[in-house]
C-alpha cells in the first residue's frame, strides 16, 4: 500500500532550464560578493572549510574559494557545502523579486491533488534542504511549502546510490514498497527501485518520451504528473 510520495525538482516537478539559466548565474555572479561580505560568517565559514578539505587547501582566501565554487557551479557538482552557499545567496534573489521559481502547471494540480488526499509528499534533491524550501516557498503559485511533509537533500547520500533509498525509508520508517519515487534521471530511479521502491520516470522531452515509452524499461513513464498511477 502506498503510504509516501517521494519526487526530484530539476526536470521533474519544474524545469532544467529554470534551474540553469537563472539561478547558477545568479550564484556564479553573485559569489565573489557574497564572500567578501560574510567571510566571517558562522555558517558561511563552515561551509568554506569543508570546499578548502575538498580540495586539499591548508592556505586559502575568498578570491580563491571563489574560483573553485565558480568552476563547481559551471561543472554544476553535487556538493553539500556549494549547494549550501547557493541557497543562502538564491534567497536573497528571492526575496528581491528578482525571480519566482517554475513549477509545471501539471505538478502543481497534482501535488495539490494528492496533499488535498492526505498523501504524504517529501522532496529529494541535490539541492539544499535550505534552497528547496526556498524554491517551493517562492513559486510562480505562490507558497507551496504547505504541500510537503519533509526534504532530503545529498545529506542523505548521493542521489543514484541505492543506501540514499534506503536511509530514506529508514528515516519515513515505511518500507521501501510503501514509496513512490518520482525523477527524471534513469539512473536515480535505477538506484530507487533496486531497493524495492515504486518509480516514475517523468520525460518531459516529447521525442525521448516517445522512443523510451516504447522500451522495456522497469519504470512507469510519463510525461507528465497528470498521467502518473499510483497504483502500478
Known amino acids: 500500500m502506498l503510504k509516501a510520495i517521494l519526487t526530484d525538482i530539476e526536470g ?12 547558477f548565474p545568479y550564484a556564479y555572479n553573485k559569489i565573489a560578493d557574497f564572500l567578501a561580505q560574510n567571510w566571517n560568517n558562522e555558517l558561511v565559514k563552515k561551509s568554506v572549510l569543508e570546499v578548502a578539505t ?7 582566501n575568498h578570491q580563491q ?12 557538482r553535487k556538493i553539500t557545502p556549494l549547494k549550501d552557499l547557493q541557497g543562502i545567496i538564491w534567497e536573497e534573489g528571492y ?3 528578482d525571480y519566482c521559481s517554475h513549477i509545471y502547471e501539471d505538478a502543481y494540480k497534482q501535488l495539490s491533488f494528492w496533499h488535498s488526499k492526505n498523501i504524504p509528499i517529501y ?9 528547496q524550501k526556498l524554491f517551493f516557498g517562492y513559486s510562480e503559485y505562490g507558497d507551496l511549502l504547505n504541500l510537503f511533509s519533509g526534504f532530503f537533500d ?9 543506501k ?14 510503501e514509496i513512490i519515487f518520482l525523477s527524471d534521471v534513469e539512473a536515480e530511479l535505477n538506484a530507487a527501485l533496486s531497493i524495492g521502491m515504486s518509480t516514475v520516470w517523468v520525460i518531459r522531452d516529447e521525442n525521448l518520451f516517445d522512443e523510451k515509452n516504447k522500451s522495456d524499461s522497469p519504470h512507469q513513464i510519463v510525461n507528465n504528473f497528470l498521467k502518473i498511477n499510483l497504483c502500478k
Not at 65 to 76: E, F, P, S, V
Open 12 to 23: 521533474t516537478t519544474s524545469s532544467i532550464s529554470f534551474v540553469q539559466d537563472i539561478l
Open 54 to 60: 575538498l580540495e586539499n587547501l591548508r592556505d586559502y
Open 65 to 76: 574559494i571563489t574560483a573553485i565554487l565558480r568552476k563547481w557551479i559551471k561543472g554544476d
Open 95 to 97: 526575496k528581491n523579486g
Open 123 to 131: 522532496i529529494y534533491s541535490s539541492g539544499s534542504i535550505y534552497a
Open 154 to 162: 545529498t545529506t542523505i547520500g548521493n542521489k543514484k546510490e541505492s
Open 164 to 177: 540514499s533509498y534506503k536511509n530514506i525509508t529508514n528515516y519515513l520508517k515505511l518500507n521501501s514498497d
